[in-house]
């Protein structure tokens, strides 16, 4: 009886889980400014064109009860059972915390009408933390738990491999920035669509100015040195 009353539980914060993800969608419909409409743009207030919309209230709501649960948490691993505070001092429950500060600032900004420019970005890490939560809920469910937890395992057995890229695509970068005459993010873009996705696309400009107009830089032979090398490297 005690593990249905779990796994009800369970069942039912996974589909608030869902009502958080379906809130974020809504509000990232609503909200975001569209770039054919010449009358909205980042420096418009949230809702000089809207009214409040209904998501915001499921939104408000489930925030407010995961703050209440983090709270009562807290209180437990660190003052009632210290014994156990090693294990909420955890990255795990910072993360859950960053998570639930931004999800209030968001709802902040939206009950006062914040501009545009403040509430995009706070929306779209709301959107990206809600999707993968949805994920990771998924875990408890017997179908998708076996199959979800080693996929979400060999995350950690990734981590070397993508320090190795990092250090090896930044030297690369650097390398080639000090002798290209395009911006860093211009060569960085460039490295990563060529040397790591392998976006062949016969309209950049790799070794010269990205807007067709300047002249091929000096060093060009040596930034094909570079750039043939970083890719095989990282690849």
């Known amino acids: 009886a005690a593990w249905r009353k779990v796994r009800v539980l369970y069942v039912v914060d ?9 809130s974020a969608m809504h509000l990232t419909w609503v909200l975001k400014p569209q770039a054919e409409a010449d009358s909205i743009d980042a420096s418009n207030y949230a809702y000089a ?18 703050l209440t649960f983090e709270i009562f948490q807290a209180k437990a691993f660190l003052y009632d059972y210290p014994e156990w505070r090693r294990e909420y001092l955890a990255l795990s429950e910072l993360w859950d915390w960053v998570c639930l500060i931004m999800v209030g600032v968001l709802v902040l900004l939206l009950a006062l009408g914040g501009e ?16 993968w939560k949805v994920l990771y809920s998924l ?3 017997n ?3 076996m199959r979800i937890l080693p996929i979400l395992g060999a995350f950690r057995d990734i981590l070397p491999f993508t320090v190795v890229v990092f250090f090896y695509g930044g030297a690369f970068i650097h390398a080639l920035y000090a002798i290209s005459p395009n911006t860093l993010g211009h060569v960085t873009l460039m490295f990563f669509r060529l040397g790591v996705i392998g976006d062949l696309a016969d309209d950049n400009a790799v070794f010269g100015d990205p807007s067709g107009g300047g002249e091929i830089s000096r060093w060009a032979g ?9 890719t095989f490297l990282v690849t």
């Open 14 to 22: 996974f589909i608030l889980t869902i009502l958080q993800l379906l």
């Open 143 to 145: 179908y998708f738990g």
């Open 116 to 131: 545009m420019d403040f509430v995009c970005p706070v929306l779209s890490f709301m959107g990206f933390t809600r999707w």
């Open 222 to 230: 040596l930034q094909v040195l570079w750039f043939v090398m970083g």
């Open 139 to 141: 875990r408890g469910f």
């Open 49 to 66: 064109l809207h009214d409040l919309p209904v998501s915001f209230w499921p939104t408000t709501i489930l925030w407010l009860k995961d």
